[in-house]
Structure formats: structure tokens, C-alpha cells
């Protein structure tokens, strides 16, 4: 259970072209998401909060406008790079938490690479 | 503060060893606080958590161990195995002023290695 999906897992796109990533919790519906990037042999930094229906919460340092978070349903989040820079190329991961019980854990995604050339 | 300081940042055991990874929070309003393994090329997964009413909780060949008071836990893994050879991350959360989202706060990691 709480398996949760990402797609595309990778993807390669010219500098200034928009980017979409989709992130689905399969077996289990979730009040919030969460997404992060990591760059290589560095920690997971968190990016926005996402609660279905509701606008997201940019951490501080995150452009809101460059870095567009839907958040449709409590089974599914996207994030939007748009004009993408080869300084975002990075790996970006999704997070979901339980809509219902005790855990707080978060269940994270496969990660997509994104490449920008 | 909202800093997870984790240590070592790389640690190599041989096959049958002892892994042991530690974490330092400062906030005393973190009251959770979970373990994940990385793989290269793949998200975290969630290995292990324990909240602050226990000082240890055990899972298979994984453990958590707990001081409130020195506000420090640790993960060891007991009979580690090359199959272990990842990166671990320590994190915490709470309800903080804001919201009830829960945000995870990161260690840096921890590569580690078990050589056969």
C-alpha cells in the first residue's frame, strides 16, 4: 500500500520549453502533497505544499511563478516548470500523506529527472 | 530552529556489521521522526519512525533509538548487508504555528556502504 507514481520518470527539453510532472497517489487518497528537488549527493529540499482544492504554500526561495503546483484531486498533484533553464535541471520528487489514520509518514515517488539543455 | 543535523555523512561497514547513523534536532516541537533509504535514480522510501513517548522501536534488522532528553535518535541496522548500501536520511516533523502539513525537515544523508 501507500504507493505513489510519478510521470514522466525523466525528461529531456530545450531551455525556455515548459515542463509538466504528474504525481499520483495509486491506493490511497492524500490531503497533501509535497514536492521537492534534490541535486545530486545532496539532501531533499522541500519546494511548495500542496492541499487538494486549495493554492499552494511556496517555501521561501521558490519562484511561484516558475514553479506552477495543481493540485486537482486528493489522488493527484503536478508541477509545472515553465520557461525551464539549464539550472533547474534537476530531480524532482513528489510526496503524498495519508488523508485518514495515525501515520504522519509521507510516501515519496520515483522521482523524474529533468534535464534542460 | 528547524535543523536536523546528521552524522556521519559516509560510513562503510563490512557485511555482518553494525550501521549506525545519527541525528540532532534543536526544536523541541518536533514529534515525529522517520528514517528513509535512498537508492541512486530513485525516491526515498520510508524505512522507520518513532515518535518521542518511546525510546526505541524496532522493525526487522532496523532500530530507532530515542533520547528526548539530549534530543537526539539514531538508526542502526544490525547484520548489514551490501543490499543496504544506500543513503539515509534522518528527518522530523511537528505542528508548527501555520498549518497542520507536517513538513518534513532533512538531514543531509548518509552514503553508506557494506562491503562484502
Known amino acids: 500500500g501507500a504507493v505513489v507514481s510519478q510521470h514522466p520518470s525523466r525528461v529531456i527539453c530545450k531551455s525556455g520549453t515548459s515542463v509538466k510532472i504528474e504525481c499520483r497517489s495509486l491506493?490511497?487518497?492524500?490531503?497533501?502533497m509535497f514536492w521537492y528537488r534534490q541535486f545530486p549527493k545532496q539532501s531533499l529540499m522541500l519546494m511548495a505544499t500542496?492541499?487538494?482544492?486549495?493554492?499552494?504554500?511556496?517555501e521561501q526561495g521558490v519562484e511561484k511563478d516558475k514553479f506552477l503546483i495543481n493540485h486537482a484531486s486528493l489522488t493527484l498533484s503536478t508541477l509545472t516548470v515553465t520557461s525551464a533553464h539549464p539550472e533547474d535541471s534537476s530531480f524532482y520528487i513528489c510526496?503524498?500523506?495519508?488523508?485518514?489514520?495515525?501515520?504522519?509518514?509521507?510516501?515519496f515517488g520515483p522521482g523524474t529527472r529533468l534535464t534542460v539543455l | 530552529q528547524q535543523q536536523v543535523k546528521q552524522s556521519p555523512q559516509s560510513l562503510i561497514v563490512q557485511k555482518g556489521g553494525i550501521s549506525i547513523i545519527n541525528c540532532a534536532y534543536e526544536?523541541?516541537?518536533?514529534?515525529?521522526f522517520p528514517w528513509y533509504q535512498q537508492f541512486p535514480g530513485k525516491g526515498p522510501a520510508l524505512l522507520i519512525a518513532?515518535?518521542?513517548?518511546?525510546s526505541e522501536k524496532k522493525e526487522g534488522r532496523f532500530t530507532i533509538s530515542f533520547n528526548k532528553s539530549a534530543k537526539q535518535f539514531s538508526l542502526h541496522i544490525m547484520d548489514s548487508q551490501p543490499g543496504d548500501s544506500a543513503t539515509y536520511f534522518c528527518?522530523?516533523?511537528?505542528?508548527?504555528?501555520?498549518?497542520?502539513?507536517?513538513?518534513?525537515?532533512f538531514g543531509k544523508g548518509t552514503l553508506l556502504t557494506v562491503n562484502p
Open positions: 491506493d490511497f487518497q492524500a490531503t497533501t
Open positions: 526544536n523541541t516541537a518536533f514529534d515525529y
Open positions: 510526496s503524498a500523506r495519508l488523508l485518514r489514520g495515525s501515520t504522519r509518514g509521507q510516501y
Open positions: 518513532i515518535r518521542p513517548d518511546v
Open positions: 500542496s492541499n487538494e482544492g486549495s493554492k499552494a504554500t511556496y
Open positions: 528527518a522530523a516533523s511537528g505542528m508548527f504555528s501555520g498549518g497542520s502539513n507536517y513538513k518534513l525537515t
